[in-house]
């Protein structure tokens, strides 16, 4: 008999969607520029992401002018949708299509709705980077790999998010960055950090300088790392003797290429309690970098049932 378990937490392999990613991935990075042109700077560009939905991936609300409007992968229905405060919505099928097509797709949509997009037409963070309107190499679309992605992102959105619950220092949302493809959450010890030396392709130095510009532990789950995908745990800067603290579940490991604790998807999914398992590595990890680094861990932790007493009394009363 299949368990809930197995049935929510779905097998991706990511050798059999790379076409797919690699467009999807260009895809992405179009629909965030666009947040990003009208979005303002929000400290390590927490403006520019994108967040898992009830259907797939949406920018929230951008600020346009004297209202707003919203740009959502529907990863069910299979169409890219845009909506406007103004009540206007457009939309158009996601279907095997060169990103060039895409990219003159969602620019038309934008401009019958009336909603200029000033975007920089080029990828980043990837080699080579294509210009997007000039990009017929990435033509893939199997609608089921995409859902099936929209899944893992669903499981991982919210035992990730059940994790932040922990943490009352400043902490970021759990959110989808577009330039490397990853869900991420990061926590911060409150300190500054040394600026960061850049180096990835295609993307400004300045633009990680600014994104580890303080104290971190991030972790996250991104399509890599491992047959199915991988969570992911890393600090900023490295504190000594962090990649040799003892983390778990069985399975999780700190990977010398990636400079991270890495616990592949497949070892999640397998367990007898994925949540428990992701858990228990998403804490183990960050009290690896916490302790190693000496965050004062008492002032910035909290339990996240503080309350639950007084809130359950109160929705009893009626009030």
């Known amino acids: 008999m299949t368990s809930p378990a197995t049935t929510s937490w779905p097998s991706l392999r990511v050798s059999d969607w790379t076409p797919t990613r690699e467009t999807l991935h260009m895809w992405t990075q179009i629909v965030g520029k666009i947040r990003m042109a009208h979005a303002p700077l929000v400290n390590h560009w927490w403006q520019v992401t994108l967040y898992v939905s009830p259907r797939g991936l949406t920018t929230s609300a951008i600020p346009y002018r004297a209202g707003a409007f919203e740009i959502e992968f529907d990863f069910v229905g299979h169409r890219l949708e845009v909506r406007g405060s103004d009540g206007g919505a457009l939309s158009f099928p996601l279907r095997p299509m060169p ?3 895409f990219y003159a797709r969602i620019m038309d949509t934008l401009d019958r709705l009336g909603i200029e997009a000033p975007i920089r037409p080029h990828p980043n963070e990837v080699e080579p980077a294509i210009p997007f309107a000039e990009d017929h190499t990435h033509a893939s679309y199997d609608g089921e790999a995409a859902a099936l992605f929209w899944r893992q992102l669903l499981q991982a959105n919210r035992v990730i998010g059940e994790f932040r619950s922990h943490f009352v220092g400043k902490v970021s949302p759990v959110h989808f960055f577009w330039g490397a493809m990853d869900l991420a959450c990061t926590r911060f010890s409150g300190r500054t950090a040394p600026p960061h030396p850049g180096g990835a392709p ?3 130095d300045w633009v990680m300088v600014e ?7 991030s972790c996250g789950f991104w399509p890599g790392g491992g047959e199915e995908g991988a969570f ?13 603290q003892p983390i778990g579940p069985e399975g999780a490991y700190f990977s010398t290429e990636f400079k991270q604790f890495l616990l592949p998807y497949e070892a999640a999914r397998t367990a007898p309690d994925p949540d428990r398992a992701v ?3 998403l804490h183990s990890t960050y009290e690896a970098a916490a302790n190693r680094g000496n965050w004062d861990r008492s002032a910035l932790e909290d339990d996240p049932f503080r309350w639950h007493g007084n809130a359950t009394k ?3 009363s009626g009030t």
């Open 99 to 101: 990103v060039a097509e």
């Open 202 to 204: 295609n993307c400004g």
């Open 211 to 217: 994104g580890y510009s303080r104290e971190l532990s």
């Open 232 to 244: 992911y745990s890393y600090a900023y800067p490295e504190p000594e003797g962090f990649a040799d």
């Open 279 to 281: 858990a228990e590595f």
């Open 314 to 316: 109160q929705g009893n």
